[in-house]
Nanobody, 123 residues
Framework: QVQLVESGGGLVQTGGSLKLSCAASGRTFNRFPMGWFRQAPGKEREFVAA????????YYADSVKGRFTISRDNAKNTVYLQMNSLKPEDTAVYYC????????????????WGQGTQVTVSS
């Protein structure tokens, strides 16, 4: 089992920045590719970004490419999502998740999920 806990969400104005963190515990974190997803009210869960187990590779949804950066620190069992130039359409609950496959954009391909953290971008 892997337990994931997200933090760092909040309210920010358009154009602002936030950095999300996802702390992992349990089984060996550094063996898992990790991903970030988001879900807005009334919408399906959407892929945001993924990172390979050793952080050599990253993959982004087109909607966030150039604005968001995923990273990880395996020594700290933590994965991050730096979000810059935020837009109102980025408003959602953000989830981190662990997979066996990289890159994995289908949420069905992730075995472990955090509880989510709310990000709200005001216009």
């Amino acid at each position: 089992q892997v337990q994931l806990v997200e933090s760092g969400g909040g309210l920010v104005q358009t154009g602002g920045s936030l950095k999300l963190s996802c702390a992992a515990s349990g089984r060996t974190f550094n063996r898992f590719p990790m991903g970030w997803f988001r879900q807005a009210p009334g919408k399906e869960r959407e892929f945001v970004a993924a990172i390979s187990w050793n952080a050599d590779n990253t993959y982004y949804a087109d909607s966030v490419k150039g604005r968001f950066t995923i990273s990880r620190d395996n020594a700290k069992n933590t994965v991050y999502l730096q979000m810059n130039s935020l837009k109102p359409e980025d408003t959602a609950v953000y989830y981190c998740a662990a997979s066996n496959i990289y890159p994995q954009i289908d949420p069905q391909g992730y075995m472990y999920w955090g509880q989510g953290t709310q990000v709200t971008v005001s216009s």
